[in-house]
């Protein structure tokens, strides 16, 4: 049987900074070719913030977006999830920071950290809220400045990632309960905490907090094994997908677009591989953004959107993996 939603998406909002860091600026710093890079991971450019642009006043741009396609105003939010590994500050949240740009005077807001899965993780949040009736008005953010805390010295990881935001509001279904309405079918969330170092940031917090030698290690900054979070990524992506279906009451075959996190292309394609979906039917956009973590997906959805890949009705499965380890999947019918 299909699940009956009771929240839905209703605005969507983009933002990334303006510079473009290609493969080719890349080849002159590191040792590296655009050829390496394109072929294990797909990527041939990102999106790069100045030094210092404060992720909320990015964040402030892609909520007005979505807002405005939504027809609401500020005082018309009541909660604010906004999810990133990359906050301006440690205290406060980079969600109050954005608050108070907005003028959201109503809301509650709050940061999560679920690294790339932090998207979903904060679009459940919101469903949650908004179907118990605590909320009627959600903005979730998927919000990164990977650069930040990126080593731009190390090959295997400097020409992965990019900053950017997406958002998204989420309010009451039309028709709550009537399995024929837009909004979320499923929600399915994992994480396994004891893999965590296979991708990090060892120092810089309250443990190994910054001090000298930090900065001289350079712990700082993010450390992955490769390999490892590959093979986890796509067990666990798999198990996501199988999960957010069943729980839906849907088949791979009834969905009409994939749309993963953008990690790389070898993970995507063996996600889709896996849910039995041709390439045709996932969104794929890593090649002009590269890993933008829990930004990911909702930039995916809006590039999706304007290409004209999404229409009334079309059942969209989101999925998403990342450190922690975290992994996530929604089904949602647009």
């Known amino acids: 049987m299909i699940a009956r939603p009771l929240a839905a998406i209703v605005g969507l909002g983009p933002a990334v900074p303006p510079r473009v860091l290609t493969n080719a600026d890349l080849e002159a710093s590191l040792e590296t070719s655009n050829e390496w890079i394109v072929e294990r991971t797909g990527?041939?450019?990102?999106?790069?913030?100045?030094?210092?642009?404060?992720?909320?006043?990015?964040?402030?741009?892609?909520?007005?977006?979505?807002?405005?396609?939504?027809?609401?105003?500020?005082?018309?939010?009541?909660?604010?999830?906004?999810?990133?590994a990359t906050p301006d500050r440690l205290l406060p949240s980079t969600a109050c920071d954005l608050q108070a740009l907005l003028g959201a005077t109503r809301a509650a807001a709050f940061d999560i950290s679920a690294a790339c899965s932090g998207f979903l993780y904060g679009l459940a949040t919101a469903e949650g809220f908004v179907a118990s009736g605590q909320s009627r008005?959600?903005?979730?953010?998927?919000?990164?400045?990977?650069?930040?805390?990126?080593?731009?010295?190390?090959?295997?990881?400097?020409?992965?990632?990019?900053?950017?935001?997406?958002?998204?509001?989420?309010?009451?279904?039309?028709?709550?309960?009537?399995?024929t309405s837009r909004g979320i079918l499923s929600v399915f969330m994992r994480s396994d905490g004891r893999l965590a170092e296979l991708l990090w940031r060892p120092g810089g917090g309250v443990r190994h907090p910054l001090s000298a030698e930090v900065l001289h290690d350079r712990s700082y900054f993010i450390k992955m094994a490769g390999r490892e979070v590959f093979k986890s990524a796509v067990l666990a992506m798999a198990e996501s997908c199988d999960e957010a279906l069943r729980r839906a009451g849907v088949t791979a075959e009834e969905i009409d677009l994939l749309v993963p996190h953008q990690a790389n292309?070898?993970?995507?394609?063996?996600?889709?591989?896996?849910?039995?979906?041709?390439?045709?039917?996932?969104?794929?956009?890593?090649?002009?953004?590269?890993?933008?973590?829990?930004?990911?997906?909702?930039?995916?959805?809006?590039?999706?959107?304007?290409?004209?890949?999404?229409?009334?009705?079309?059942?969209?499965?989101?999925?998403?993996?990342?450190?922690?380890?975290?992994?996530?999947?929604?089904?949602?019918r647009w």
């Open 43 to 84: 990527i041939r450019e990102r999106h790069i913030a100045e030094p210092g642009e404060p992720l909320a006043a990015l964040a402030a741009g892609a909520a007005r977006r979505a807002m405005a396609e939504a027809g609401i105003g500020a005082e018309d939010v009541d909660l604010i999830v906004l999810s990133t």
């Open 137 to 179: 008005t959600a903005l979730v953010l998927g919000a990164e400045m990977l650069s930040a805390i990126t080593d731009w010295e190390d090959r295997s990881t400097a020409v992965l990632f990019g900053d950017g935001v997406g958002a998204a509001i989420v309010r009451p279904a039309a028709r709550p309960g009537d399995p």
């Open 265 to 332: 292309i070898r993970i995507i394609e063996a996600t889709a591989k896996h849910a039995g979906m041709p390439m045709a039917k996932v969104m794929v956009n890593v090649d002009r953004y590269g890993n933008t973590s829990s930004a990911s997906i909702p930039l995916a959805l809006e590039q999706a959107r304007a290409e004209g890949r999404l229409g009334e009705g079309s059942l969209v499965l989101l999925v998403a993996f990342g450190a922690g380890f975290t992994w996530a999947s929604t089904v949602v």
